[in-house]
């Protein structure tokens, strides 16, 4: 079968205003097939929308090329349509003229038009919502024109760049559905869906293939088909098993990605090799995170499925998966196939006090992790047992993007603060070295 689309070695770079390149996509290669659903899955940050954007043409790669069959781009948008998380819709048009708006655009005359955009509401099941105009609609509606909007211009790939995101839980499992249906009812004139997503039941729920993209720089983790027949029952131990293990390739920083869990005919499991980073990025948990799922892990009698404690502490993937990264890294769990096991060290954290638990996280990130070492070694080593913040903003920002290096330093000071390695000073903008038990107003006095 020949690829609607080739992305051949793409890679990204954004400039930064010191002038280093922060490389965002690593160079990654990727086709997509007519007649399927491809969900393109992987944290926040890990450069989903910015694949998106090159492969619709909206954005350029540093280097590598995009082809839409077999011939490159060369400036041109192809023919593709957007549904994005946000809706975009013009506030100033009625449903029947958002949907119509498009092919204005394209010089398609009006009856014509009309009458696409009339079929194409009717199909989205906002038939008696022509004249409304957007603020008069719930989420769910206004969901509903993005999809007959981007529907309507009949393109070959339809985006779809976290499409169900910004609704609540029930609607957007309704749209799900709906869009199920009209796929699988073949009521779209489309060839493939390529859907962004952070949501890893969704792209259980919704895809034929699944590429899984790793983060800092993004590349590609892993990427297999899914053979499920719909409806898919979430339930449904086949459904559990590639939950789980795309938990265990999201989780897997730097190990060898495990085939998926059944033999499955053209999967190509393929993962790119981490290139060398001299700071490890320290994932965005707190502290009280962490330590609820230390607590929740040892009253599971030491285990538990990733998958599983999500459910049970009502978190979405992107906020789980910064808490067990940050139990890992300090040495207080362990995870195996999409599994958490708690630690010995975890176990005494969860057990401990508060003024213990400080203790415990102190020895903890002094040991495992190297920016917290070279911060203690640097403040010790100064006379006056203080540095500016920015003399850490001036090392990292060689390795981060300015919004990265801004959640970085936020979690060097909140894990630091809590942990009694220094104090900081608002003021002045400094770190100053704490001894544990010190109050803080007695440092300030110094
Ligand atoms: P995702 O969609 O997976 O959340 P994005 O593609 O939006 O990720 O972003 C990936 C990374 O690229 C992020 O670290 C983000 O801060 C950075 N980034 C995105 N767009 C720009 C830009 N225009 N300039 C600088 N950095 C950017
Ligand atoms: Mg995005």
Wanted: no cysteine; aromatic share 8%; charged share 25%.
């Amino acid at each position: 079968m020949e690829p609607i689309i080739e992305a051949i070695n793409v890679e990204k770079f954004f400039q930064q205003p010191e002038g280093n390149r922060i490389q965002v996509i690593a160079p990654t290669s990727l086709s997509i097939y007519p007649g399927a659903i491809v969900a393109l899955l992987g944290p926040s940050g890990s450069g989903k929308s910015t694949m998106l954007r090159m492969l619709t043409g909206l954005a350029t790669p540093s280097a590598g090329e995009v082809l839409w069959h077999g011939k490159q781009l060369d400036g041109e948008i192809p023919h593709v349509a957007i549904v994005f998380q946000s809706f975009a819709l013009f506030p100033w048009l009625t449903v029947l003229d958002n949907v119509e708006a498009p092919l204005v655009a394209r010089g398609m005359g009006a009856v014509e038009r009309h009458k696409r955009a009339l079929r194409m509401l009717d199909t989205v099941g906002l038939d008696g919502f022509e004249t409304a105009y957007p603020k008069e609609l719930s989420g769910g509606m206004k969901q509903r024109v993005g999809f007959a909007r981007a529907m309507v211009v009949e393109p070959e790939v339809l985006f779809m760049d976290e499409p169900f995101s910004a609704l609540d839980v029930l609607t957007a499992e309704t749209l799900r559905g709906e869009l199920l249906e009209l796929w699988l009812n073949r009521k779209m004139p489309i060839s493939t869906i390529f859907i962004v997503t952070h949501n890893i039941e969704e792209a259980v729920l919704l895809a034929d293939r699944v590429v899984v993209l790793g983060r800092n720089p993004g590349r590609i983790r892993a990427d297999f088909q899914i053979p499920l027949a719909h409806p898919r029952e979430r339930k449904a131990p086949e459904f559990v098993e590639f939950v789980d293990y795309i938990y265990t390739v999201m989780t897997q920083l730097d190990a060898e990605v495990a085939p998926p869990p059944q033999p499955l005919e053209q999967a190509t499991v393929a993962a790119a090799p981490r290139p060398e980073r001299k700071y490890t990025m320290l994932p965005h948990a707190r502290p009280g995170g962490i330590a609820g799922l230390l607590e929740l892990l040892a009253d599971r009698g030491g285990r538990d499925d990733l998958y599983h404690l999500a459910e049970q502490l009502r978190l979405e993937v992107d906020d789980l998966l910064p808490i067990t990264e940050a139990a890992v890294l300090l040495g207080f769990a362990t995870l195996d196939k999409g599994d958490a096991h708690i630690t010995a060290d975890g176990m005494k954290y969860a057990e401990a006090g508060i003024l213990q638990r400080k203790e415990l996280f102190r020895d903890a990130a002094l040991a495992h992790i190297a920016l917290f070492q070279q911060v203690d070694q640097t403040l010790r080593a100064k006379t006056n047992h203080t540095i500016p913040l920015e003399f850490f903003r001036d090392v990292l920002d060689e390795y981060f993007s300015e919004e990265e290096l801004e959640r970085q330093l936020e979690t060097v000071l909140d894990w630091g603060r809590y942990a009694e390695i220094f104090d900081y000073d608002s003021h002045t903008g400094r770190m100053v070295l704490s001894e544990p038990g010190t109050d803080h107003a007695e440092v300030a006095a110094q």
